[in-house]
């Protein structure tokens, strides 16, 4: 056993959020620069194994509920390797330390991106490095701790470097043409995905076919948007952005926190704004015409009451 070590990073739901829950597409961008990094230390034979982290500092064994994802990652990581060649992963114990620069309860993915650094930091303790679905399905383990019955739609945004197109579990990415310059903005407010989650399933239940009809649309509009990122076309990216928000409007996972920021970002020329990830608080996305307008967009948010603003590029770096 060696000093093992990785690193993913935050998310954001271009397209698609709760429609997903419902079979539509969705897409996914990587946050590349807001990092998660986990360093996982072997100790020396009965010790107690520990973790450090801001949220927690203490034993793992008596860690909150708060930490329980994280607790998941180390014990869920040991044992598939216990299974897979490795008897003696079981026994061991570590000193985990998490460093997270995304935001909890925003919609940025991270208790995604906590389980995806620490699940492949505890497999390298080993030298092992996880395929791609073992570690999808150990992120899954830990997100289904964290918040019931995940899409995985996060799991897949926290290790993706480029988009990802994600339809019914099954993954592609995409090829971007051209370069799309986004801001994040955050409310302040921590976001309520799984309640978000289960008042749609609410009206699914009372109004099935009203849920259905703007399911169908948000799929549409993922496919289109998918279209934009091929094609170059920022103006009509920002298009399906803005339907997007007004139909997670009626859906009732937007609030007042995020409208406002929305109408910032609009009223400073932003080609596209919209809540993403659960709602009812957490982060807005927009898109921006390039950096400079995009240093302008931030500024409006952060008027307008953001409490932090993150700006983030995919396709060809100009
Ligand atoms: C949360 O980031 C996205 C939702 O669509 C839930 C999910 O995909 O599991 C609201």
Request: glycine share 12%; proline share 5%.
């Amino acid at each position: 056993p060696r000093v093992g070590s990785s690193a993913s990073h935050g998310k954001t739901i271009l397209i698609g959020e709760h429609a997903v829950v419902y079979g539509a597409p969705a897409l996914v961008l990587p946050v590349t620069d807001v990092r998660v990094t986990a360093t996982a230390s072997p100790l020396s034979a009965g010790a107690e194994p520990t973790l450090e982290s801001t949220v927690h500092t203490g034993p793992l064994g008596s860690a909150p509920a708060a930490v329980l994802p994280t607790v998941t990652a180390v014990t869920a990581t040991l044992r598939h390797l216990a299974q897979t060649g490795h008897p003696d992963a079981g026994a061991l114990p570590l000193h985990v330390l998490v460093d997270s620069q995304v935001p909890t309860a925003r919609g940025m993915g991270s208790s995604a991106a906590v389980a995806a650094a620490v699940t492949a930091a505890v497999a390298d303790v080993f030298g092992v490095a996880l395929d791609t679905d073992t570690h999808h399905e150990l992120i899954q383990e830990c997100e289904r701790v964290a918040h019931g019955r995940p899409s995985g739609l996060d799991a897949r945004g926290v290790v993706a470097t480029e988009p990802v197109w994600f339809a019914a579990g099954v993954i592609e990415p995409v090829q971007v043409t051209g370069r799309f310059v986004f801001v994040v903005a955050d409310t302040g407010v921590p976001g309520h995905t799984r309640e978000a989650v289960a008042a749609v399933r609410n009206r699914h239940d009372r109004a099935p076919a009203m849920v259905d009809s703007v399911v169908e649309r948000i799929g549409g509009l993922a496919r289109a948007a998918r279209g934009t990122l091929v094609d170059g076309d920022a103006q009509g990216l920002g298009a399906t952005m803005d339907a997007a928000h007004e139909l997670l409007t009626t859906l009732d996972v937007s609030s007042g926190d995020l409208d406002r920021l929305v109408g910032a970002a609009r009223g400073a020329d932003a080609l596209g704004a919209k809540l993403t990830g659960g709602g009812r608080g957490g982060c807005v996305l927009t898109l921006a015409a390039d950096d400079e307008h995009a240093a302008r967009i931030a500024t409006a948010l952060r008027t307008a009451g953001a409490t932090a603003t993150w700006t983030t590029s995919i396709g060809a770096r100009a």
